[in-house]
């Protein structure tokens, strides 16, 4: 099993930057390919990003408008989500998840889940 924990959320102004860290524990954390997913009030969980198990290729919801950068450093088994330009619509619970499947934007394919960092953008 992998626990996974979230932080760097909070109350950001539109335009500003922030980073999202997602710290695993237990099994190898480089076995497993890692997504972000973000929920926002009264809607569906969605798809934000992949990552390969070694951190060499990338993948990210076409809706992402480049502003998103996900990363990893396997020696520290942490994933990252680096969002820049935020926008109030960027508000959301953000999740980090681990999965067997690599590049995979399907919420089914994600064994393992954090319990969320919160983002507020303001306007």
């Known amino acids: 099993q992998v626990q996974l924990v979230e932080s760097g959320g909070g109350l950001v102004q539109a335009g500003g930057s922030l980073r999202l860290s997602c710290a695993a524990s237990?099994?190898?954390?480089?076995?497993?390919?890692m997504g972000w997913f973000r929920q926002a009030p009264g809607k569906e969980r969605a798809f934000v990003a992949a990552?390969?198990?070694?951190?060499?290729?990338?993948y990210y919801a076409d809706s992402m408008d480049g502003r998103f950068t996900v990363s990893r450093d396997n020696a520290k088994s942490t994933v990252y989500l680096l969002i820049n330009s935020l926008k109030p619509e960027d508000t959301a619970a953000y999740y980090c998840?681990?999965?067997?499947?690599?590049?995979?934007?399907?919420?089914?394919?994600?064994?393992?889940w954090g319990q969320g960092t919160q983002v507020v953008v303001s306007s």
């Open positions: 998840a681990a999965s067997g499947v690599e590049n995979s934007d399907s919420f089914w394919d994600y064994d393992y």
């Open positions: 237990g099994r190898a954390f480089s076995s497993y390919a």
């Open positions: 990552i390969t198990r070694s951190g060499g290729h990338t």
